[in-house]
DNA sequence: AATCTTTGCTTGTATATACAAGTTGCCTGT
DNA sequence: ACAGGCAACTTGTATATACAAGCAAAGATT
């Protein structure tokens, strides 16, 4: 029933740093002072400082000390999360469309976006998502075809593309960028929108081990999405 | 100059994992397996197997063993910065400019957010964000007074909302969702921008300990921010 | 006075050990 | 055949210990 005692210490540090007797870049007892002061192995207050330095609420430097992180740092998380899932997720109905799905000469910008050589054979797919049938994200992707041969030949009416290529790289990295635009007659019929209508756009670049695997634009309908996210401090 | 143990470990995992040795839902072997196979005592197996779930790619279960996470479950994170920051950060001017700093009763859609009975005073403040100059950043703000009862006394020039909020009621949980909107015309004006211009609206509810603390509408117009996110998985 | 060395404190890595607690399957007694 | 309990294996918590490595200040040497 009772708290594990590495959970005291971690209580009694943070009550500590919210009722402010502790400030911004104090310095916070040692390892040994903290085993002291409880009656534990230093082992065990190690452990309590150490996932306080991961939730970022502490920093620590060898043979300096542990010291309380700077509280602006502590900035929010947005998860972003798979189409499929999200819209399976609330309950509805979710469809895809697949527009394109051809081999092409990576152009200046796609080479720079990719890491390849302007010309090289990369692959691009143009997906529609749907929830009840309504346009919920156009998907235009391209896809480093040396790292992902097989890309072309899968059939995304049964896996996403996202899906197929967590599975064969598995990617270590990834850069958002979010924007607001206007979207041209053709991408505002596609999602059904009167044109005008600003739309959330994500830039989506993602690395495996190996190099950039792929670059993807999402486009959602303003009306329509909402990018939530949700993040647990403590 | 010779990784830790530890870290040999982990990329002995990741490295079967990504070459399909051990598939989705996969037992990984045990803590005292690895030891044994590594020469090294459970606790640097235990270690390693630890910041891998902690990293979203294994899950464990006591008495059942350790398993290959499911990739779909991988969601990247979107990072949420505060906007002087973000400015300073890139090096270049900050300027804030405060428009409105009032008290009033809460209207329904105010107080439900921020968890206040209807007609409570709560406070309100409006600020405008410029980077060298141009605005990218209109904020308005509802303050739970009963949490932050000295809110409307504080000087805004000196210190942001966000700042001030941070120090004297730590938050300890935030919620965000991000749309595209198009803005009136009087936020039009103050953003210098276009009407029919799209925007990013962020809308920022953080909690503390003892209740929601503020919620925050960001408005960004769509010509001049991006909201950018990063995240290193390895 | 300036510089090098030592000493002590800090965090970082690693081991060996012990017991608690959850899960599974086997095996025994009825 | 079934139920109960036992044994084996798993992860979870905790301790005691050792040495490595980074830092800072006091002290010794030049």
Known sequence: MAAPKFVEIKQHLIANIERGVWRE???????????????????????????????????????????????KSQGSMLNIRNIADEVRGRGHDYQV?????????????????????????????????????????????????????????????????????????PLTEAHHEVEAVVVDAKTASLLEIDQGEPCLRIHRRTWSRSGTVSFARLTHPGSRYRLGGHLVMD
């Open 25 to 71: 870049h104090a310095k916070v007892p040692s390892e040994n002072a903290l085993a002291g002061e409880f009656g534990c192995s230093r082992m065990t207050a190690r452990r309590a400082l150490t996932e306080l330095v991961e939730q970022g609420v502490l920093v620590r430097s060898q043979g300096q000390g542990t010291f309380v992180a700077s509280l």
């Open 97 to 169: 469309q697949v527009l394109e799905q051809l081999r092409l000469p990576a152009d200046a910008s796609v080479a720079i976006a990719l890491g390849v050589a302007v010309g090289a054979e990369v692959g691009q797919t143009r997906l529609l998502h749907s929830e009840d049938g309504r346009p919920v994200q156009l998907e235009l992707r391209f896809v480093n075809l040396a790292l992902v041969p097989d890309y072309l030949e899968q059939d995304f009416y049964r896996q996403t593309p996202h899906e197929y290529l967590s599975q064969v790289a």
